[in-house]
């Protein structure tokens, strides 16, 4: 199973979700997509996105949350040990460097 949902991500809305057929069209609106998603429901404010395409995970992954129908999805990335009650315990974060030279601005010396 963990296999299969290596390019999963979990979408939990603050209460209740939009509709599924909403979530999937403004999902396609705003991603452009390589591959292909699956958006199914799981209960009343999650859904599961299931990509095809590692890139498209990753693009989808790193934006953390989108906003649908005036209602922020959060997005977690699926793991064997998910649990539906527990919040994600990674918190994006916004760091400062004052100082720092222009040729260390690039993701590689963030990472």
């Not at 999963?8 to 609106?29: D, H, M, N, W, Y």
């Not at 705003?30 to 095809?52: A, E, M, N, P, Q």
């Not at 129908?69 to 919040?87: A, H, I, N, T």
């Amino acid at each position: 199973m963990a296999e299969q949902c290596k390019l999963t991500i979990v979408g939990k809305f603050l209460r209740s979700r939009p509709q599924i057929e909403k979530i999937r069209s403004k999902f396609a609106e705003k991603i452009s997509l390589k591959g292909t998603v699956k958006i199914g429901v799981f209960d009343f404010r999650t859904v599961f996105l299931d990509f095809t395409n590692e890139d498209d995970f990753n693009s989808v992954w790193f934006r953390r949350s989108i906003e649908i129908e005036g209602k922020v999805m959060w997005l977690e990335k699926w793991s064997p040990d998910f649990q539906l009650e527990e919040d994600s315990p990674i918190v994006p974060i916004w760091v400062l460097l004052l100082g720092l030279p222009c040729h260390c601005h690039t993701w590689n010396y963030v990472k």
